[in-house]
């Protein structure tokens, strides 16, 4: 018998579609996240002026460094620009070596549950949450995936204690040096997709303390961080909370998982994870 590929001439991920149709100009479409050709359109003269830019500056040091295998973290110049950059949009100092470059964020949380959690471990998630990233966490059905509690549009932190804690005990989780993580946390702690709500300081607080007492790590899909529009910076990114300089600080169990394809081009490709040197460097020598 023989079988048909079914191959449809499709320029683009909603070529076809009616509901998530971003390129109708009778409609401003908030069904998706993703710029519609209005704001794309600037992208051709930038990317033009950058990637001239960029060509000539290799062809003066005749390395071709560019075409070359790259480091595992990223490009060494472009993460210290990245950091430059969230700095100061962030209005908090990022790190340079605490970055390490994707190709946007559903690849870095692939990363993330591919390297540092137990393969039978568990993955957390508010009981209302974004759906794709349930479809990344269903290619690996050795992990349970738990449901967590929304209180306010925002999750029930009591609740999310409690369901940690008790899960713990259930399970004879695989941990090694590399996979330091039995649980995670999975949330969208800025922007909430789909409620649109931010986790206020207190309770990013209490996440953090969550985290470090039971050995897990809070992944934040921080994607909405920058489309901020208010007066001064964004809400504090709840990686901001681990600070290594706590008293009870365990070595990292925040991170922080984003990309531009919100704010830029999606077909850039372009993502990183911003997280502890002992997740950083896991990820880096996989």
Same mark, same amino acid.
């Given at each position: 018998m023989t079988t048909v590929n #079914?191959? *449809?001439?499709l320029r683009h991920l909603f070529d076809g579609e009616t509901v998530f149709n971003v390129y109708d100009k009778e409609i401003t479409n908030l069904s998706v996240g993703a710029p519609g050709p209005d704001l794309l359109k600037h992208c051709v003269e930038m990317l033009n002026q950058c990637t001239r830019h960029r060509l000539e500056e290799e062809a003066k040091e005749g390395k071709y460094y560019l075409f070359q295998y790259g480091a595992t973290a990223g490009h060494w110049?472009? =993460? #210290?620009?990245l950091a430059k950059f969230l700095s100061t949009r962030y209005g908090n100092s990022v790190m340079r070596e605490n970055l390490l470059l994707t190709c946007g964020a559903s690849h870095g949380l692939q990363q993330l549950l591919n390297n540092i959690l137990s393969p039978n471990g568990v993955i957390f998630v508010e009981e209302v949450t974004y759906m794709l990233a349930l479809e990344v966490f269903k290619? !690996? *059905?050795l992990i349970r995936v738990v449901t967590v509690p929304m209180k306010d549009d925002v999750v029930d932190v009591d609740a999310l204690e409690k369901i940690v804690a008790e899960e713990k005990t259930k399970g004879n989780y695989f941990l090694n040096d590399q996979k330091m993580f039995w649980a995670m946390y999975y949330t969208i702690s800025i922007f909430h997709n789909p409620t649109g709500m931010t986790l206020p300081p207190d309770q990013c607080k209490r996440v953090v303390e969550i985290a470090r007492n039971n050995s897990i790590v809070v992944v934040c899909d921080d994607v909405y961080? +920058? +489309?901020y529009y208010g007066d001064g910076y964004p809400p504090r990114r709840l990686f901001s909370y681990d600070n290594p300089e706590d008293k009870n600080y365990k070595g990292g169990n925040v991170v922080s998982?984003? %990309? !531009? %394809?919100?704010v830029f081009a999606p077909a850039? =490709? !372009?993502g990183w994870i911003e997280s502890s040197p002992r997740v950083i460097n896991t990820i880096k020598t996989s």
């Open positions: #079914n191959d *449809p001439y110049e472009c =993460r #210290n620009e290619q !690996f *059905p961080s +920058l +489309l998982n984003s %990309s !531009f %394809s919100k850039m =490709r !372009f």
